[in-house]
């Protein structure tokens, strides 16, 4: 007899929690026993809690999001000036063409050619040096040499696979005469069919490889000592 009635209740209790979880709309959980583990108390920078299913909840907005930093905004890079003067905004503005080209809308262009202005006036600020030639292979072996190939002769895997093709060689002219600033705007802003690295490299990254495909090009380059400006070898 107890034995039975301890079943019922038993029984009955437990139906009463099951019957209580239901809820008539589709989209509610029920009643929540653990709500921390439908809601992650995590913050994930893309996503505005306030509005879960279309219901906005105030208290769970999230209002500092992965937002763009404004225009002209410009990172801190510590106190040594000449580090700072280097990671400043390019300022050669790319050309109006760009704007079809890489789809560089909402930009400031520039109406001359800046490519061909960067060549005379803009040095490589990046001291040459043995490290800086190691640094520049690693850059170059995890962004560059798919495409321009192991020398730089524009024989990478993507281009042999028969991907892609296009892709110079930097020991044929005129890519030889080119200035490190032109190089530096290339790589920066794209040319041609090569995208705009100036997302994924800093700007002293840029001057690094700059400097090392300099040296594919002239097997002398790091004993020569040509530091700065060279156009081309004289
Ligand atoms: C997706 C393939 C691809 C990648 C990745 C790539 N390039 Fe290029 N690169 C090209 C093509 C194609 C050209 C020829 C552009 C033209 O002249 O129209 C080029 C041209 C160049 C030039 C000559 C620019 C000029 O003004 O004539 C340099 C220098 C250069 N690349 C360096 C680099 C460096 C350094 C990297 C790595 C950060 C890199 N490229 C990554 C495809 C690529």
Known sequence: MKKSLITWIGALSSAAVLMSSCASD???????????????????????????????????????????????????????????????????LPNQLMKSTHGFYGERLSAADEYTLAS??????????????????????????????????GNGPMVTSGAYSGVPNYMEEPRMKLSNGQMFYSIYYGKGMMGAHRSLLNKKEIWTLVHYVRSMQYKDYLTAGMVSDTTQKK
């Open 120 to 153: 005379a006036d803009i040095k490589n600020p990046v001291m040459l040096n043995e490290k800086v030639l190691e640094d520049g292979k690693k850059l170059y072996a995890s962004m560059c040499q798919h495409c321009h190939g192991e020398k730089g002769d």
């Open 26 to 92: 589709p989209d509610s959980p029920g009643l929540e026993y653990m709500p921390d583990m439908y809601r992650s108390p995590a913050i994930e920078a893309y996503v505005d809690y306030g509005e879960v299913r279309a219901r906005i909840d105030e208290t769970k907005k999230v209002k500092l999001t992965a937002m763009t930093p404004p225009q002209f905004s410009v990172p801190y890079y510590g106190k040594d000036s000449a580090l700072v003067d280097m990671m400043l905004p390019y300022r050669r």
